[in-house]
């Protein structure tokens, strides 16, 4: 009888001490500052832009949006709630229209170029 629970608590002991090895490792958080680049490109003028660009310039610049290829207005759409809940983007649900209808005419302006 010795004998097993001596087996077993060898083997439970050398199972066990490479993970109070790493119990002994303390770690801690530290705060980072991180300076992200000062983008100056804001969106066009036109109805909304002063809505788009308190909203979108807080996660990316402007040109990662007016870069992009005109898209429909329930494209746009799902990419603004895909921003608000995917990505958890602080946008008013009051603004989704305003934002949406502006890069539609965004599209719409470009393509009349």
């Known amino acids: 009888m010795w004998r097993k629970f ?9 199972v066990l001490a490479p993970l109070a090895v ?3 490792q303390k770690f801690s958080l530290q705060s980072v500052s991180v300076d992200l680049p000062f983008g100056d490109r804001i ?13 979108c ?3 990316h610049s402007a040109g990662m949006e007016l ?4 898209l429909s207005k329930e494209q746009w759409r799902a990419e ?4 608000r809940t995917a990505f958890k983007a602080p946008i008013d649900p009051k603004d ?3 934002i949406v209808d502006y890069f539609v005419s965004l ?5 009349s170029k």
């Open 6 to 14: 001596s087996s077993g608590a060898l083997i439970t002991a050398s």
């Open 22 to 24: 790493h119990a002994e």
């Open 43 to 55: 969106f066009p003028d036109g109805p909304g832009a002063d809505v788009v660009n308190s909203n």
């Open 57 to 59: 310039l807080a996660c």
């Open 67 to 70: 870069n992009q290829p005109a």
């Open 80 to 83: 603004v709630e895909k921003m």
């Open 96 to 98: 989704v229209d305003t």
């Open 107 to 111: 599209g719409e302006r470009s393509k």
